[in-house]
Structures are given as structure tokens and as C-alpha cells.
């Protein structure tokens, strides 16, 4: 499918994407977070192929110190470093942003990539249900504390990973993180979690419009990882087994969804990236539209709000808020 061409809207017809797209990241620096393995590995080393410097983000050091191993292996030449990240900790991305900010100049691609997916009911350390804590809250947290050297880096780029689930998702900011303690599903707890991404994801471009650095969502489909390995446990999913592993690609084709997302030029603040082919779970990556709840305006004001206010994370003065930018753009002119 090398050969095939797909057309993205209001662009020329050009040929599928592949990793050889991917153009020379010398002298550029990038976190991937979850990349231990999976996705998030095939991600790290692709982009250490292309001689970008990667630090892998990574909750278990001893793993995250093997996929650093692995990927120099393979590519002698890479400069990868592992740095420990417990995104169900507020406190551990903390220490990691202090971290990076004092052995690192510049930041030039942070991928937000790492997450839990249908897991029994659980909190993280500071008391946030499982998935939306460590997809979401983590995440946010994250970016925060590391935005202000993303916008000093020209033209940097934030890549936050979502999942084809966000269809499902629904926010309920009256029982965000299920406090009720009746309603909580997995798949809704991981979907609800996927939607906040992308719409985190959305509000981020909004807010860091005209700084030079850009906020894109993607989406890697179907993938042959260790991630659903708690969803073993339910029947329903081991029924639909088959027809998953039909659609599922391995993890390196899956991570090229998010290093068209975190390296094509030509890609725009805001945009989402997923698979082409079959049912959007698999194929070369391309840009596609999202669902209508993923671009309500109002539920990602208050996701973000929420946001700030659950982890004590408030974005910069270089992340404004669009709303009160553009009534004083208004007074100004």
C-alpha cells in the first residue's frame, strides 16, 4: 500500500506517509512518555533513527532502561536517555519536569503517549480515578510544567495520543471521576479518558495559537500490544478477539499515526491523526475529522478548568486563555 494515494482535505493528492517521511531531527530533543514498550517504544525509536535525541519517559526504570538498551542496539548511533515517570503521581511528574528542565535546553516534540486502558476500578496516587488521572490528568500536569520551554523552542510540538474509543465517550463533570461510586465501567472509565485527550488536545492549540508551537492529536488504531491485557479478563472482548486481532496492526505500524502527527511538516495545529485503512483501525495515517462531542468548545473550557484546578497545574502566561485573547485583541484594535 506504499504506492497508494489518499487525499487530505484542501491538500494536493500525495503519496501514503510512511516512516521514510520522516525528515532529519539532528539537534532536536523529545519525550515520549509510556515508551518501555509497545506503541510508545516503536515511537522512541523511530525518531532516534532520525537522530532526534529521546528521553523515554518511563514508570518502570528497570523496562525503561531496557528499551533504551533495545533501541541502541539497533541503532548504535542513538542518544536515548530514560528518565523514571509515574503519570499516576502528581508529585513523580513534578520530578521528572524538574528534571528534564535541568539537563535539557530545549524541547522540541513532547508525546504524550503513555495510559492504562480498561483496568478494574482504582485511583492513583493522589486520588484521581485510574484512566482519567493517568491519560488525562497526568498528561496535563505534564505539558504544564513543561510548556514554557516547549514555546521557547521554535517550533515545537505537542503530540497527546488518543484512541479510536473517544467515540464512546462521554464527560459527566457532576461524577467526572465516578465518585459516586456505582456507575463505573472500564471501557466508559477508558473512553471518557480518550475523549479528554482529544479535547485537551483542541483547547492546547487554542490557547498556544500564534506562540509558534503546535498542540495535534492522534490516534494509532488497532494495535498488537500489551496495553488491553486486563481486558483478557472479560468475556465480551475475548469473543470479539478475532475480529480485534483482524483489525489490529503491529505496534510499529501503529506508532506511525502519531510520528506523522509529531513530524510532518505539513501538519496543522489542531488536527487529528489516525489510520486510513479499514474502519480507521489500521493503514497509512492521514488527517480525519473528529466526532462533534470532541469539538464542543464549552466541555473543553471546563475539562481544562477542571484540570487546573484537580492537579494545581496553571499553564503559563504564554498559554492564555483564547476568549479573554480575543476581547483584548478586540479592545486593542
Same mark, same amino acid.
Given at each position: 500500500?506504499?504506492?497508494?494515494? /489518499?487525499?487530505?482535505?484542501?491538500?494536493?493528492?500525495?503519496?501514503?506517509?510512511?516512516?521514510?517521511?520522516?525528515?532529519?531531527?539532528?539537534?532536536?530533543?523529545?519525550?515520549?512518555?509510556?515508551?518501555?514498550? *509497545?506503541? *510508545?517504544?516503536?515511537?522512541?525509536?523511530?525518531?532516534?533513527?532520525?537522530?532526534?535525541?529521546?528521553?523515554?519517559?518511563?514508570?518502570?526504570?528497570?523496562?525503561?532502561?531496557?528499551?533504551?538498551?533495545?533501541?541502541?542496539?539497533? /541503532?548504535?548511533?542513538?542518544?536515548?536517555?530514560?528518565?523514571?515517570?509515574?503519570?499516576?503521581?502528581?508529585?513523580?511528574?513534578?520530578?521528572?519536569?524538574?528534571?528534564?528542565?535541568?539537563?535539557? %535546553?530545549?524541547?522540541?516534540?513532547?508525546?504524550?503517549?503513555?495510559?492504562?486502558?480498561?483496568?478494574?476500578? %482504582?485511583?492513583?496516587?493522589?486520588?484521581?480515578?485510574?484512566?482519567?488521572?493517568?491519560?488525562?490528568?497526568?498528561?496535563?500536569?505534564?505539558?504544564?510544567?513543561?510548556?514554557?520551554?516547549?514555546?521557547?523552542? =521554535?517550533?515545537?510540538? /505537542?503530540?497527546?495520543?488518543?484512541?479510536?474509543?473517544?467515540?464512546?465517550?462521554?464527560?459527566?463533570?457532576?461524577?467526572?471521576?465516578?465518585?459516586?461510586?456505582?456507575?463505573?465501567?472500564?471501557?466508559?472509565?477508558?473512553?471518557?479518558?480518550?475523549?479528554?485527550?482529544?479535547?485537551?488536545?483542541?483547547?492546547?492549540?487554542?490557547?498556544?495559537?500564534?506562540?509558534?508551537?503546535?498542540?495535534?492529536?492522534?490516534?494509532?488504531?488497532?494495535?498488537?500490544?500489551?496495553?488491553?491485557?486486563?481486558?483478557?479478563?472479560?468475556?465480551?472482548?475475548?469473543?470479539?478477539?478475532?475480529?480485534?486481532?483482524?483489525?489490529?496492526?503491529?505496534?510499529?505500524?501503529?506508532?506511525?499515526?502519531?510520528?506523522?502527527?509529531?513530524?510532518?511538516?505539513?501538519?496543522?495545529?489542531?488536527?487529528?491523526?489516525?489510520?486510513?485503512?479499514?474502519? %480507521?483501525?489500521?493503514? =497509512?495515517?492521514?488527517?480525519?475529522?473528529?466526532?462533534?462531542?470532541?469539538?464542543?468548545?464549552?466541555?473543553?473550557?471546563?475539562?481544562?478548568?477542571?484540570?487546573?484546578?484537580?492537579?494545581?497545574?496553571?499553564?503559563?502566561?504564554?498559554?492564555?486563555?483564547?476568549?479573554?485573547?480575543?476581547?483584548?485583541?478586540?479592545?486593542?484594535?
Amino acid at each position: 500500500m506504499v504506492g497508494a494515494m /489518499i487525499r487530505l482535505p484542501g491538500r494536493k493528492r500525495r503519496a501514503a506517509w510512511t516512516t521514510v517521511s520522516i525528515p532529519d531531527l539532528s539537534g532536536k530533543v523529545a519525550v515520549v512518555t509510556g515508551a518501555s514498550s *509497545g506503541i *510508545g517504544r516503536e515511537t522512541a525509536r523511530e525518531l532516534a533513527r532520525k537522530n532526534a535525541r529521546v528521553v523515554l519517559a518511563c514508570r518502570d526504570g528497570v523496562r525503561g532502561e531496557a528499551a533504551r538498551e533495545s533501541i541502541r542496539r539497533e /541503532i548504535s548511533r542513538a542518544d536515548v536517555v530514560s528518565l523514571p515517570l509515574e503519570l499516576a503521581s502528581l508529585r513523580s511528574v513534578r520530578a521528572f519536569a524538574d528534571r528534564f528542565l535541568g539537563r535539557f %535546553g530545549r524541547l522540541d516534540l513532547l508525546v504524550n503517549n503513555a495510559g492504562v486502558m480498561v483496568v478494574p476500578y %482504582g485511583t492513583t496516587e493522589d486520588g484521581f480515578e485510574l484512566h482519567f488521572g493517568t491519560n488525562h490528568l497526568g498528561h496535563f500536569a505534564l505539558t504544564g510544567r513543561l510548556i514554557d520551554r516547549l514555546v521557547a523552542t =521554535a517550533g515545537s510540538r /505537542i503530540v497527546t495520543v488518543t484512541s479510536a474509543a473517544y467515540r464512546y465517550g462521554r464527560l459527566n463533570f457532576a461524577n467526572l471521576m465516578f465518585e459516586d461510586g456505582r456507575s463505573y465501567m472500564p471501557f466508559a472509565a477508558y473512553a471518557r479518558s480518550k475523549l479528554a485527550n482529544l479535547l485537551f488536545a483542541e483547547e492546547l492549540q487554542r490557547r498556544i495559537r500564534g506562540t509558534g508551537t503546535i498542540s495535534v492529536a492522534a490516534h494509532p488504531g488497532g494495535a498488537a500490544t500489551g496495553l488491553g491485557r486486563r481486558a483478557m479478563e472479560r468475556r465480551a472482548y475475548r469473543t470479539l478477539l478475532p475480529v480485534l486481532e483482524w483489525l489490529s496492526q503491529s505496534a510499529a505500524e501503529a506508532a506511525r499515526s502519531i510520528l506523522r502527527a509529531a513530524t510532518d511538516p505539513d501538519i496543522r495545529g489542531g488536527e487529528l491523526i489516525a489510520p486510513g485503512g479499514c474502519l %480507521g483501525m489500521r493503514g =497509512a495515517p492521514v488527517v480525519k475529522q473528529r466526532s462533534l462531542e470532541s469539538q464542543d468548545r464549552d466541555a473543553a473550557v471546563r475539562l481544562w478548568k477542571e484540570s487546573e484546578e484537580r492537579t494545581g497545574v496553571s499553564y503559563s502566561r504564554h498559554v492564555s486563555d483564547p476568549c479573554c485573547r480575543d476581547s483584548l485583541d478586540a479592545n486593542s484594535a
